[in-house]
């Protein structure tokens, strides 16, 4: 298939639209990363996404909304915790999984009884959904086990040929993808994936404990399985081999020296990864190691974040995966 490239212009997002209408698929930019769009009422187009990015069907996909009007026609319950989740955080990096309607159907949410549900905070992406007149289920625009794209530009890379269309937005400021906060049981929200909206700030909006899915920052092989089914597959590989350093600055800052003159004489390529703060950690890490992939780079020595604070533990979570679980003690 040809791709078509769309800018951000009312004429294009309305073409996108048409797309998604007629059951294609549309990359789009969102706050978080770019998301692979289709109508996600429509089993057909949800099986075109999880083929498009070589994704298992059993990972489900989530659905985003223009208007919070929207959530009555997905969801069977809209407790009134989520709603108030919803009105304090939206639009904004948060989806919020609820009971399902009959109408989403199975393909979308991998088989499940729950709908995850977002309002994204990227006006393109806001007007392409209002425009095509229905929820818009997507997940990242990477190739499955890729890292997530925040840039145009990655989505080119990874789905050129495999989209009907990539709206060449702008580049996404969180970096991170959204935090899935399940309230199937309205009065213990439960973090299933991380991001940059926090437990600490769920629990402070609805004055109630919130608290992070346990198996989250486990490694797969401790056999905790995690309530979001994304959540347990090697996420983030770059091609290189990574390697996490944990530690004060300046020990960590000397490891890694060490490693890299060890690695060069070797004869091996090396790229270090040395973050001072945890947004900045977010908004670069996905790009960083696509562009380390881009150079070819055979070993990628990486500074762990303290996972104390908790924007750092939502970054630190992709980053483990994308070293798969190889971090050393210095
Ligand atoms: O920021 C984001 O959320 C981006 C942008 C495009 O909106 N999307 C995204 O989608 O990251 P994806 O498909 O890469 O990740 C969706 C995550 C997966 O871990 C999936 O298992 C989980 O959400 N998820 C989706 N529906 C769920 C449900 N009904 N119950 C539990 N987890 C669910
Ligand atoms: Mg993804």
């Given at each position: 298939m040809k791709t078509l490239y769309l800018t951000t212009s009312e004429e294009d997002l309305l073409k996108g639209a048409e797309i998604i209408k007629n059951?294609?698929?549309?990359?789009?930019?969102?706050?978080?990363?770019?998301?692979?769009?289709?109508?996600?009422?429509d089993g057909q187009s949800s099986r075109k996404i999880y083929a498009a990015k070589g994704r298992p069907s059993?990972?489900?996909?989530?659905?985003?909304?223009?208007?919070?009007?929207?959530?009555?026609g997905l969801a069977a319950e809209f407790p009134e915790n989520a709603r108030k989740l919803g009105e304090a955080i939206w639009p904004g990096p948060l989806t919020?999984?609820?009971?399902?309607?009959?109408?989403?159907?199975?393909?979308?949410?991998?088989?499940?009884?729950?709908?995850?549900?977002?309002l994204p905070a990227n006006s393109a992406a806001q007007k392409l959904i209002a425009n095509s007149g229905v929820p818009i289920a997507a997940p990242s625009a990477n190739l499955s086990g890729r890292p997530s794209p925040t840039l145009w530009e990655h989505?080119?890379?990874d789905l050129d040929g495999?989209?009907?269309?990539?709206?060449?937005?702008?580049?996404?400021?969180?970096?991170?993808?959204?935090?899935?906060c399940d309230f199937t049981d309205p009065q213990h929200p439960l973090v299933l994936r991380p991001g940059l909206i926090t437990p600490e700030r769920i629990s402070e909006i609805l004055g109630i404990p919130c608290e992070?899915?346990?198996?989250?920052?486990?490694?797969?092989?401790?056999?905790?399985?995690?309530?979001?089914?994304?959540?347990?597959?090697?996420?983030?590989?770059?091609?290189?081999?990574?390697?996490?350093?944990?530690?004060?600055?300046?020990?960590?800052?000397?490891?890694?020296?060490?490693?890299?003159?060890?690695?060069?004489?070797?004869?091996?390529t090396v790229g270090t990864i040395i973050y001072e703060d945890g947004k900045q950690a977010a908004r670069n890490l996905f790009s960083d190691l696509r562009a380390l992939d881009e150079q070819g780079i055979d070993v990628i020595l990486a500074s762990a974040l303290d996972p104390?604070?908790?924007v750092n533990y939502s970054v630190m979570n992709r980053m483990l995966k994308a070293a798969g679980y190889n971090i050393k003690e210095v």
């Open positions: 059951g294609g698929l549309v990359a789009f930019p969102t706050e978080t990363v770019y998301g692979l769009g289709g109508n996600a009422l059993d990972n489900p996909l989530i659905v985003h909304i223009s208007d919070m009007s929207e959530i009555e919020i999984v609820l009971p399902k309607k009959p109408v989403v159907p199975d393909e979308t949410t991998g088989g499940l009884g729950t709908v995850a549900i977002r989505v080119k890379h495999k989209a009907d269309a990539i709206i060449m937005g702008e580049p996404c400021m969180g970096g991170i993808e959204s935090t899935v992070y899915d346990p198996a989250i920052l486990s490694k797969p092989e401790e056999g905790l399985v995690p309530r979001a089914p994304g959540m347990k597959y090697k996420h983030y590989a770059p091609n290189a081999q990574m390697v996490l350093y944990s530690g004060s600055p300046e020990d960590v800052k000397k490891a890694i020296l060490e490693e890299e003159e060890a690695l060069k004489k070797e004869g091996k104390q604070d908790p």
